[in-house]
């Protein structure tokens, strides 16, 4: 079976532009979560996302959004991308929403110029 | 922010010896579990110890957590080079459900 996976691995934008990830869960998992992780530092929690509808949110500017569609997969869409929006982002799936072994993505390395 | 600290930043040793990582959070958590990344890629899932167990084992892992003090452990005997990496403990709770929190890792390298 597949694991989750993520598209692109890397991508290279400039200041000002927007950028959309995706993410496609592991098949029965309906949770799908995101993680910003910069350089030195443990994954922080941007989003978690269940049956369609968002149920947790971090600690990030509303230039964050993301959705997750009728089979699942997800999309993290960040807008005006700042030079401090340069991560690894990493998506991970979970059966359920809290208490779960959440299992990751090999992550997008975004790099804003 | 982090919630959780692991201890010591970078650990260094030689194949063969033990390595001990340690995790102390902040908030009160669920679960805890223990991940491994090499080299900026995706987390690898290593072992879920429940907020009622004392102790867990997984081949070479050993896990300890200890409700009252809020720390974990994360134990690797007989280490490899192929066990280089970053290490993470990353509890549920808080009050935002379906959040993982993370501490900044612990930085392995063995050494053939």
């Known amino acids: 079976d597949a694991g989750v996976t993520q598209s692109p691995t890397h991508l290279i934008k400039t200041r000002g532009q927007h950028v959309t990830l995706r993410c496609s869960p592991i098949?029965?998992?309906?949770?799908v979560s995101w993680y910003q992780q910069v350089l030195g530092q443990g994954p922080q929690f941007i989003f978690q996302y269940y049956e369609k509808e968002e149920r947790g949110r971090g600690n990030f500017p509303d230039r964050f959004s993301a959705r997750q569609f009728p089979n699942y997969s997800s999309e993290l869409n960040v807008n005006a991308l700042l030079l401090g929006d340069s991560a690894l982002y990493l998506c991970a799936s979970s059966f359920q929403t809290s208490g779960d072994i959440q299992y990751f993505g090999a992550g997008t390395r975004l790099s804003v110029l | 922010s982090q919630q959780g600290e692991e201890d010591p930043q970078a650990l260094s040793i030689q194949e063969g010896e033990n390595a001990t990582m340690n995790c102390s959070y902040k908030t009160s958590i669920n679960n805890l579990q223990w991940y491994r990344q090499n080299s900026g890629r995706g987390l690898v899932h290593l072992i879920l110890i429940r907020s009622n167990e004392r102790e867990k084992h997984s081949g070479r892992l050993r896990v300890t957590l200890d409700t009252s003090k809020k720390s974990s452990s994360l134990l690797i005997t007989a280490s490899r080079a192929a066990d280089t990496a970053s290490y993470f403990c990353a509890g549920w709770g808080g009050s935002t459900l379906g959040r993982l929190y993370f501490g900044r890792g612990t930085q392995l390298t063995v050494w053939p």
């Open positions: 098949s029965g998992h309906k949770s």
